[in-house]
Each structure stands twice: as C-alpha cells, then as structure tokens.
C-alpha cells in the first residue's frame, strides 16, 4: 500500500509538472504570436513645444535615427495635429540608411478609425520588422495643402533610440520616396511621421528560460525514480 501511494504522489508531481511546462510554453508561444502585432507600449519620439508649419510642395518628410539594442517595429504613424483626424491618407515608410532599403510601408487613412497616441495615429503592421543596431529613416509624403508638419522645440526619443536629423525627399513628389537630404536650419522639422516598438529580448534571455525548465524537468524525473526506488 506504501508503494501505491508513493506512486500515486509521484505520479501526481509529475502531472502538475507537465502541466506547468505546458501552459509555461503555451504562455510564450502566444506571447510570440502578440509580439509586435498592433501599436506597442513604447513611441519613438515625442516632441514638445515649436510650431507647425504647411508644405508648399508634396514631397517625403522624415527623420534619421540609430539604434543601439535590437527593436521589432509594431506600428508606424503620422501626426494629427488636432487630434481630430487626417483630412488625407498618408503613405508611410522605414528605411536601412546606407542601403536605401525600403524595409517597410503601410498607409494611414484618413478620419479618425486609427490609434491616437500623442497627436500621431497609427496603424499596425501585419509582418513586423526587426531592426539591427544600425541607422535607419523614416518618413511619409506629406500632402501640401492641407498637411501639417512639426518644427518642434525639442525632441524626446525613447531608450535606445538617437535622433540624427531630419530628412526630405527631392523631388517634390506623392510617391513615398527615400528622404535622403537635410535642412540644418530646421534641425528638429518634418516631424511628420513617427514609429512604435518592442524591445527584442536577447539569445540569452531565452537561453536562460530552457534552462530553467530543463532543470526543473530533471529534478522532478530524478525525484519520481527515487521515490519509486
């Protein structure tokens, strides 16, 4: 009867133990599958203060960034500067900056269906990219009238995130085309367009997680072989 019940406890341990393995993987998983879907926790620049100002011309407004640790991009944005609504649809772009590369765009529509967070609104991206530490731009066409874009007085970029300068396309066009210049008397201008993130865990957290649950399965095993001794 002694042994019986030893066996029904270790039996018992080792269910709970499957189960929490279980449900621990099954929580990781979704949180993979969330990540990055939808606008983030986290916006890239915020700004405060200045003045806005209107295009005479379409043409692609951004700014140029670097990054020091790994991001995944959820969402990308444009401002509204009444916060009640876009008049336009606007065409939204992140660029690699020494390639050129076009890494990924989405439209902005207009009204106010989109997410507002602080004067930008924002669609998320159905394939988030992730980005290397490196440099990067991002911008969108500005439609000119009735667009309105930012001189801010200053700028505040989230952790990890520098920001370099601004950056315009020429020529004057609707087409979402890479801002390659600057205007250094408008060094915090054409703020047009913004981004949210999420932090991309290092190898290493991940490595420590499966070690943790290896270990946590090997215990329990050594535990039920020598209950059953």
Known sequence: MKTTIQER???????FASQFIAAFFGLLGTAALAFGQGPGSTVAISITGGE?????????VGWAFSLAQPIQVNALGWYDHNADGLSVSHEIGLW???????????SIPAGTAT????????????TP????????????VAIAPPDTIVDAASVMTAPGITYLQNRGADPFSLTLLFPGQTIPSREAG?????????????PST???????????????????RHEAA
């Open 190 to 202: 054409f703020l047009g367009a913004n981004f949210t993130f999420t932090v991309v865990p290092e």
């Open 115 to 126: 997410t507002l967070i602080d004067s930008f609104r924002y669609v998320g991206l159905a």
């Open 9 to 15: 406890v270790s039996r018992s341990r080792t269910w």
């Open 96 to 106: 690699d900056d020494a390639s050129q590369m076009l890494l990924t765009s989405i």
């Open 52 to 60: 806005t100002s209107n295009l005479i011309d379409h043409r692609t």
């Open 129 to 140: 990219p992730t980005l290397l530490p490196g440099r990067y731009v991002v911008g969108g």
């Open 206 to 224: 991940y490595a420590m997680v499966a070690l943790g649950v290896l270990g946590l399965g090997w215990r329990i095993n050594r535990r039920r």
